[in-house]
């Protein structure tokens, strides 16, 4: 074991280099608590990121900490056993020689010392597992072997989770049924995740932070909201791009029953009950559901016209442009930011500036973040 | 002058062989299949030539245990002609009716050495071999000889050991080649001290020491030779069953490390 | 006719024990390494596949004799060189029946890939323990299967034994030899039985080890 320490609790992570012809260069700093999904592309680089992460692949020229522990540098590499990692990978890649029961805790033995994080019995009972203890891993399905993968990695005790596009293997079905136990464990646990991803949907419902990566180099990392909401990014630039907003229950009304939510600058109703007063939920704007008025419409059925100020105005190809609006006018700081897609005809037509207060009709707001925080 | 010999020996091989495969042959020139002992080896490539020089018959030979040879020939192997190791497998060949009548004869008679690749172990220096005690001392820890079972040449080191009087004390340190070739190889790499093998392979290798155990300490290893049937007709077998009892072929039996029988 | 059976018994089995204990380790280097001199080992290994045994066995005769350095060591250790002893027959089989016990285990490791060590890795498996807990349960049916080729192998084998060996009754003279001295000096009846013996043990040997590794297959896929 390497005992060098620096002073930081996060995770310092800096890889150059190339590995089988492929060039990555990446540098960034997270914090020791969150969902961070590393986000791009197939073949961008992720995944080669997080085996770095994990040691299961070396650069040559990387700097890596934990937690202040120094887990590699120009001099040493620490190799994988040693370090205190979780990894998921894509495929479940359950042990065919053992059962569940001995899958599950292959990794709680050989922790040493007091790195549990988790004890075996509520493993089980937060992934749903009890029925399936004492059997084998065959015939089992694809989102039953991956809860098992996830246990197992839990139970070793890390202080670092990694996931490899964990559900990329999964089908529709087996997604659904797999997301709402994730979402569970990341809110209980208290480590840092990593998950590699390059479905939006997926990194809407889980991540906090997110990295973004192309070609072997990270383009952008922050708060998922911030990130998702850049008009700049190629992300942003997609059909079917949406921004996340986080946002708190507070009213219910029985007779229609919509609820109301509290977001940073302003208030949004939601059809249906959500969940309890005061419980917090994220949920997510397609950017083409925004239409825009630079009075606040009299009449319409809309029934979010929401004040808003333009932060940022971005041409795209098509026709098409992208504002970045935060909610709130001008007077009010810090709103929560959204996309806004409409036609550069539009933008033309109503002379739209950076600055400028507005009003944003937004059709229709889908829930991401599905379960309450404890 | 050696060298010339062999490239004239040669030349004539090669003409001999191109003319038989290629050209029409003569109707004199014919070729006969022989099956030899392994023990014969060297001898009957040393026959051939001298045959072929005199006839221009072909000889073509094929080497194996006289046992094996044998099992081959009641299968029905196209050998015209049976030069064995023993006595007893060309008469159960007459036998079992495979062979030309009366033509079964003992063509040679191998001896035994016993063999040390020690230049001076078997350097006995007017002692007798009973008086130095050499077998049965410590510094002999392995004696190797042929399968008695199997090989006439182990039948008569086994013999030859019960004469001495010193089978008993030396049974423990016997260890047995399958053929007496294998024999003189378990000494000759050094892993027997001391072999009983035959004196034509002795005499084939000019290192180490041997002693010839006399005539009278084992029974004749008689040789014999048969016709079979297969060969009845064939003018070159005939003529090298003849050629086998010539003066010429037992200039060069004797010199390579075997005996003419005495009739 | 027992001594013959017992000893072709006791020989395969310790064989196939060496082989186990010694050949596991190979076969895992061969299926691990990216030496690049590593297939020319293998090469080595798989030699008794295709040399005859009697090349084998003079060879062996000639490296375990007194002149060389392996003799001269045994002879300071044990008083004696390993030819013509029992000893020595087990090193001869050892390395004859090598390619197939170290063969099918190595096509065994093949077989598991990268993934399963790797997973082990993040759960805090260090290379020997993965290799025990991981590599070695995955690969039981090549081990299986290893383990009965060697030991049939080993339990048919003739030239290198027939050379080394020396024949010598109850050390040395194991089945294949007793029913080849049979069928050399006419005793057919004798040889009939050993032969028609070996004959069904193999065809044993051969099929419950087709069906175990097919059940055992079928448990780890």
Redesign the interface.
Known sequence: MMNNMISSDGIIARFSGSLENFDLSAEFTLPCKGVTALFGRSGCGKTTILRCL???SHMEQGFLSVKGHVWQDDKSCM????R????V?Q?A?L????SVKDNLV??QK???GNGSIIELDETVTLLGLEHLLSRSV?NLSGGERQRIAIG??LL?GPELLLMDEPLAGLDKFSKDEIIPYLDRLFKKLDIPVIFVSHDTEEVERLADNMILMDQGKIIAMGPLSEVLSDPTLYIAKGPRTSSVIDVEIVSFSESDRISEVKVDGGVLQIPGQLGPMGSNHRISIAANDVSLAREKPSETTILNVIPTHILNIHLLEGGRVNLLLSIGHQDKKDGAKFIARITQRSLLKFDFTVGQDIYAQIKSVSMVGGSQTV | MYQCKRIFCLVVFVFAFTSAVMITPPASAEKVSVAVAANFTATAKNLAQAFTVNTGHEVVLSFGSTGKLFTQIIHGAPFEVFLAADRERPKRAEQEGLTVKGSRFTYAQGKIVLWSRDPNRLNLEGTSLEQSGIIESDAITRLAIANPKTAPYGRAALETLTKLGVYEKVKGKIVQGENVAQTYQFAYTGNAELAIVSLAQAALNTGGSHWVVPRELYAPLDQQAVLLKRGAGNNAANAFMNFLKSNEAAVIIRKLGYTIKQE | MWDPIWITVKLAFITTLILLIVGTPIAWWLARSKAWWKEGVAAIVALPIVLPPTVMGFYLLIALGPDSPIGQLTTQIFGRTLPFTFAGIVVGSVIYSMPFVIQPIRNAFDAIGERPLEVAATLRASPIDTFFSVALPLARPGLLTGAVLGFAHTVGEFGVILMIGGNIPGETKVLSVAIYDHVEALEWGQAHILSAGLLVFSFVVILSMMVLEKRLGRRLK
Not at chain 1, 84 to 87: H, S
């Open positions: 994990a040691g299961l190799p994988t056993h040693q205190p990692v979780g990894f990978f495929e890649s042990f065919a020689h053992l292959f990794g050989r922790t040493v065959h197992r990695a070793s």
